[in-house]
């Protein structure tokens, strides 16, 4: 069975640094791209960063390019998402989902709720 | 940055109703399309990809046709459980792009 489970969100100040974790299993996780998705409380789905499985491709959305640094280890079957310089409005629930080619979202994890505020 | 258009936003309906949602893409992405089911504090769910491909498990009531800048996923008769948010999504370039979403009512 595929699972995907996100980790490390909490509250933050602004302008503070998190990282996020995504731990997969149930396929062969460095044959396959993820990408990070977040959605802000009553807000819409937005894509935030995209790893390709043999990391040699990393892309991210304008707001977070910068601040935001996308990696993986396919030896302990994990995606990060580091997040620096943190602003109010990054705060939201992160997705962390399985992103290929021809299936953008096929598994996604449960989501981990990061909060900006002082 | 290609801008994914959703219409109606909000669209109200019964129990056996076929239902019909739009996505415009701000220039052409091909097939390349994928519509999600998301419930409130739920992780979407993956419906359809590359325009009318069905997920594995989806069930046949929902269907999905369009290339190059419109798409439509259509709901042939409206079950309970799928009163929720749909979103498209263009995985034609990078970066990705959602719709702003359309809220199934009852």
């Known amino acids: 069975e595929v699972q995907v489970a996100e980790s490390g969100g909490g509250l933050v100040q602004p302008g503070g640094s998190l990282r996020l974790s995504c731990a997969a299993s149930?396929?062969?996780?460095?044959?396959?791209?993820m990408s990070w998705v977040r959605q802000a409380p009553g807000k819409g789905l937005e894509w935030v960063a995209y790893m390709k499985q043999d990391g040699n491709e990393k892309y991210y959305v304008d707001s977070v390019e910068g601040r935001f640094t996308i990696s993986r280890d396919n030896a302990k079957n994990s995606v990060y998402l580091q997040m620096n310089n943190l602003r109010a409005e990054d705060t939201a629930v992160y997705y962390c989902?399985?992103?290929?080619?021809?299936?953008?979202?096929?598994?996604w994890g449960q989501g981990t709720l990061v909060t900006v505020s002082s | 940055d290609i801008q994914m258009t959703q219409s109606p936003s909000t669209l109200s309906a019964f129990v056996g109703d076929r239902v019909t949602i739009t996505c415009r893409a701000s220039q052409s992405i091909s097939i390349w399309l994928a519509w999600y089911q998301q419930k409130p504090g739920k992780a979407p769910k993956f419906l359809i990809y590359?325009?009318?491909s069905l997920e594995s498990g989806v069930p046949s009531r929902f269907s999905g046709s369009g290339s190059g800048t419109e798409f439509t996923l259509t709901i042939s008769s409206l079950q309970p459980e799928d009163f929720a948010t749909y979103y498209c999504q263009q995985h034609n370039t990078f970066p990705r792009t959602f719709g702003q979403g359309t809220k199934v009512e009852i």
């Open positions: 590359k325009a009318s």
């Open positions: 149930g396929f062969t996780f460095s044959s396959h791209s």
């Open positions: 989902a399985r992103d290929d080619y021809n299936k953008p979202g096929d598994y």
